[in-house]
C-alpha cells in the first residue's frame, strides 16, 4: 500500500498518498493519530526490548496484546495473561522486530465497512463479530459476523460507532477508498477504536454479507471510485440481518467434507462456498483468513442469525 501511494504521488495519480497509506497500515503510527485526534483507543509502545515490555507490563499491567507492528488477519497476535505466556511469545517470534504491544481492551468487538468519496462517508454498515478477532486464531471460536439493518442506525450503539467511524477517516486523511474499522464495545457502553484499513476487509466474507444485506457491492465500488470518483447505488435496502461464518479448519488430510449442495435446501442461506475436496492437505491455523469455505444466511433479528451461523 505505501508503494502505491508513493506511486501515486510521484506521478500526479489520483488516490491515497503514500503518508494516509502508512497510517493505515503502521499501527503503531495510526494508535498515535488517533489519539491526538481525540478518539479513545488502547495504550500502545513499540517493542525494542524485554525491558520495554517488562516496563509496559508494571505500567499497564496484565492482559496485554503483542502483534506485528504492520500486519493483517491476527497473524503473530497474542493475548498474554502472565509471565509463562509472555515467554511462550518470545520464545515463539523475535518481537525486537516491528512488533507492538498494546494495553487489552475488554469488550464486544463490531466492524464499519464504508464508502469514502472526497473525504465523505457516502455509505457504512455496522456489524458484530460473534466471536473478537483474537478469540478465532487457535478455534476456540469461529469466524463470524452479523450485519445489522439500516433501521438500527439510530440505535445508540451503531450510531456511536458511525461516529467514530467518520471520526477515524478523518483523522487519516482518507479521501476516496473503501475502509474497515474495528472497534470495541466496553461494559461501561465506551466505543474505543481498534484498528482501521483503507481497503475491503475480510475477504470474500464481509464483502458479500453487505451485498445481500444493502444491495451494495464494495468489490465493485472498490473499483469504481478508483476509476471514476463515483459511487453508484442499485439499491440499499437494508431491512434484514445477514450474517457470515467461516467454516472451520484443522490441520491435516481431509477425509470427508460438506459440499454446497449440503446447504442449497436450507431456509435463509444466501450463499455457500466450500474451497476444499477430499484429498486436500490443510495446513495450521495461523489468521483469520484460513478456512475450507463459509457460509451466509439471513434472518429477522441478530439472535435468528446468531442460531443459525453456531447450527451450521
Given at each position: 500500500?505505501?508503494?502505491?501511494?508513493?506511486?501515486?504521488?510521484?506521478?500526479h495519480?489520483?488516490?491515497?498518498?503514500?503518508?494516509?497509506?502508512?497510517?493505515?497500515?503502521?499501527?503503531?503510527?495510526?494508535?498515535?493519530?488517533?489519539?491526538?485526534?481525540?478518539?479513545?483507543?488502547?495504550?500502545?509502545?513499540?517493542?525494542?526490548?524485554?525491558?520495554?515490555i517488562?516496563?509496559?507490563?508494571?505500567?499497564?499491567?496484565?492482559?496485554?496484546?503483542i502483534?506485528?507492528?504492520?500486519?493483517?488477519?491476527?497473524?503473530?497476535?497474542?493475548?498474554?495473561?502472565?509471565?509463562?505466556?509472555?515467554?511462550?511469545?518470545?520464545?515463539?517470534?523475535?518481537?525486537?522486530?516491528?512488533?507492538?504491544?498494546?494495553?487489552?481492551?475488554?469488550?464486544?468487538?463490531?466492524?464499519?465497512?464504508?464508502?469514502?468519496?472526497?473525504?465523505?462517508?457516502?455509505?457504512?454498515?455496522v456489524?458484530?463479530?460473534?466471536?473478537?478477532?483474537?478469540?478465532?486464531?487457535?478455534?476456540?471460536?469461529?469466524?463470524?459476523?452479523?450485519?445489522?439493518?439500516?433501521?438500527?442506525?439510530?440505535?445508540?450503539?451503531?450510531?456511536?460507532?458511525?461516529?467514530?467511524?467518520?471520526?477515524?477517516?478523518?483523522a487519516?486523511?482518507?479521501?476516496?477508498?473503501?475502509?474497515?474499522l474495528?472497534?470495541?464495545?466496553t461494559?461501561?457502553?465506551?466505543?474505543?477504536?481498534?484498528?482501521?484499513?483503507?481497503?475491503?476487509?475480510?475477504?470474500?466474507?464481509?464483502?458479500?454479507?453487505?451485498?445481500?444485506?444493502?444491495?451494495?457491492?464494495?468489490?465493485?465500488?472498490?473499483?469504481?471510485?478508483?476509476?471514476?470518483?463515483?459511487?453508484?447505488?442499485?439499491?440499499?435496502?437494508?431491512?434484514?440481518?445477514?450474517?457470515?461464518?467461516?467454516?472451520?479448519t484443522?490441520?491435516?488430510?481431509?477425509?470427508?467434507?460438506?459440499?454446497?449442495?449440503?446447504?442449497?435446501?436450507?431456509?435463509?442461506?444466501?450463499?455457500?462456498?466450500i474451497?476444499?475436496?477430499?484429498?486436500?492437505?490443510?495446513?495450521?491455523?495461523?489468521?483469520?483468513?484460513?478456512?475450507?469455505?463459509?457460509?451466509?444466511?439471513?434472518?429477522?433479528?441478530?439472535?435468528?442469525?446468531a442460531?443459525?451461523?453456531?447450527?451450521?
Amino acid at each position: 500500500m505505501e508503494v502505491c501511494g508513493y506511486l501515486r504521488e510521484k506521478f500526479h495519480i489520483p488516490g491515497l498518498k503514500e503518508m494516509v497509506c502508512k497510517k493505515s497500515r503502521d499501527k503503531f503510527l495510526m494508535k498515535k493519530v488517533m489519539s491526538e485526534a481525540g478518539i479513545k483507543t488502547a495504550n500502545v509502545e513499540c517493542i525494542e526490548s524485554l525491558e520495554s515490555i517488562n516496563r509496559f507490563i508494571e505500567k499497564n499491567e496484565y492482559p496485554v496484546v503483542i502483534k506485528p507492528r504492520n500486519g493483517a488477519a491476527t497473524q503473530n497476535t497474542f493475548l498474554i495473561h502472565n509471565e509463562d505466556e509472555l515467554q511462550e511469545v518470545i520464545n515463539l517470534v523475535d518481537v525486537s522486530q516491528n512488533f507492538i504491544i498494546e494495553s487489552y481492551i475488554k469488550g464486544e468487538e463490531y466492524h464499519c465497512d464504508s464508502i469514502v468519496i472526497n473525504g465523505e462517508v457516502v455509505f457504512s454498515s455496522v456489524s458484530k463479530y460473534l466471536a473478537n478477532c483474537i478469540q478465532t486464531i487457535k478455534g476456540q471460536k469461529p469466524v463470524a459476523s452479523i450485519t445489522f439493518p439500516s433501521t438500527y442506525d439510530d440505535n445508540a450503539t451503531i450510531s456511536k460507532i458511525k461516529k467514530v467511524n467518520e471520526k477515524a477517516i478523518s483523522a487519516l486523511g482518507v479521501e476516496t477508498s473503501i475502509c474497515h474499522l474495528e472497534v470495541f464495545i466496553t461494559e461501561e457502553d465506551e466505543c474505543i477504536f481498534g484498528e482501521i484499513a483503507t481497503r475491503i476487509g475480510g475477504g470474500d466474507l464481509i464483502g458479500n454479507t453487505i451485498k445481500y444485506a444493502y444491495g451494495v457491492n464494495l468489490y465493485d465500488a472498490f473499483i469504481e471510485i478508483q476509476c471514476t470518483g463515483e459511487f453508484h447505488r442499485e439499491s440499499v435496502d437494508g431491512q434484514k440481518f445477514v450474517g457470515f461464518v467461516a467454516l472451520p479448519t484443522k490441520e491435516g488430510k481431509v477425509v470427508e467434507i460438506a459440499t454446497e449442495d449440503d446447504y442449497k435446501n436450507k431456509e435463509d442461506v444466501k450463499e455457500v462456498r466450500i474451497y476444499n475436496h477430499v484429498g486436500d492437505y490443510i495446513d495450521e491455523n495461523i489468521n483469520t483468513t484460513k478456512r475450507t469455505g463459509y457460509v451466509i444466511v439471513e434472518g429477522k433479528d441478530y439472535k435468528e442469525v446468531a442460531q443459525k451461523l453456531m447450527q451450521i
